[in-house]
C-alpha cells in the first residue's frame, strides 16, 4: 500500500513517460511573441518540479529554442511536491501543482503571488478556472474549485482573497473532468451512473483510484448516486460523512467488490487493457492508451456529471533576478499556444483555449474540443493514432464536459482523519 501524507493526485502523471513523449506540434500561429528579450544573451536554467503530467523532452526543446529557457525537470509524486515546498522551497525554481492542494501548501509562506500584469494572457485564461463558468453558467462547486483559491490578498500574503487581484496563486497548466472507465466489450448493457462502481454484478472487476483527495470523490459520487446518503458537500466533508462513506466501502470490499486499488496511471491501463477490471476511477488519456492498443474502452459521460481537477504553475518566495524573469518568461510561452496544443492532443484542457487553438489542425481541434467526428486519423503527441476516422470523443464537446462538472478533487477540513481511515480501509 502506498502511505501518503497529504491529500494528492499521484502520477496522473506518470502518462508523458508513456504515451506522449517527443512529439512535434501542428503549425500555427501565437498571440505571443518575442520571447527570447529578456534572457536570449544569457541562459537561464529552470528546475521544474512536479509529478510528469505537464513534462516532456518535447516541450522542455521547444520552450529552448523559442526563449533560450533551459528546463531541467525533477520529477516526483504530488505528496512529495507538497513536502518540498514546505520542506525545501530553494530546491526548485518553478513548480506546477493542483489547487486542491493550495490550502495545505499557503499559509506555509513558501510561495509567492504571480504578478498578473507580467502575464502576458491573464485576460485569456479561461473562465471555467477563474469564475467557474461556460458560456456564462456556473459549474459545480463542490471541493478545491480552482476559482476559490485563485487568487492573494498581496504577494507575499498566506490568505486568499475573495475577489481578485493582482497576485495569482497558480497559473494554469491542464484541466479536465475525470470520470469512470469501462470496457464495454466485456460488460452487458450501458453503464450511465456512478452507482456501477458499487453494482454487485462488477463484483470482482471493479477498481478504485488509491488517493484519499480523488478516491473519496469517487465514492462519494457512487454512494450519492445508490441513494444510500447525500453529502452537503462531497468536497469538504465531516469527520460523521468520513465514516460513512468508510462503511459503505469496507461493506464493499468485504464483498469483494474491488479488485484492485491503483495508484498510477500505467497500473490503470493494465487493469483495464487486461480485463481484470471492467469498470474503475479512470483518466481521460488512460482510456485513450487502452485504445491505443486496440482494446475497446469507453469514458463515461455519466448522468451525475464529472469530477475537475486543475493544475497550474507556482513560484517559490526567494526567486530573484534573471531567473524569476525567466520563469515567467516560460510561463507565458507555456500559455502561447505550442505546449497546449500538445498537451490536447493528450485529452487534457489548456488554461488559453485560443492559443492551443493556432496551433492544432482544423480536423483535430473539431474532434478534441467540438465533438465532432474525426475527420481523419487522431494521433497522440508520439504520432501514435488512437483513434481512426469517424471517431467521436466520450463525452462530447468542450463546453459540454466543463458544463457538467459536479464537484472537484477534496480539500478536507479534516484530512488526517480522512486520510488514516483511507489507509486503514485501503490495508484492511
Known sequence: MTKTTKPGSIDRRTLLKGSAALAAGAAGSTLVTGFPAVIAAEPVTLRYLSTAVNQSPAIAKKAMEETGVKIEYVTVTTDEVAKRIITQPNSFDLVDSEYFSLPNLVPSGNLMGMDAKKIKLADKITPVLTKGEIDGKKIGSQGSAPWKYFYLEGQHSKKFAKSPTDWMTLIPTTYNADSLGDRPDLIQGEVTHWSALLDPKFKGKAAL?????IGIMDAAMAIESTGQFKYKDKGNMTKAEIDKTMEILTKAKKDGQFRAFWTDFNQSVNLMASGEVVIQSMWSPAVTAVRSKGIKCTYLALD????????GFALPRTLRGKKLDGAYEFINWFLSGWAGAYLSR?????AVLETAKQKMEPYEWAYWYEGKPAEKPIKAPDGTVIEQPGAVRDGGSYETRMSRIACWNSVMDENEYLITKWN???AA
Open 209 to 213: 483510484i488509491n488517493v484519499p483527495s
Open 304 to 311: 451525475e456529471g464529472y469530477r475537475g481537477w486543475a493544475s
Open 346 to 350: 493528450q485529452g487534457y484542457y489548456p
Open 424 to 426: 486503514e480501509f485501503v
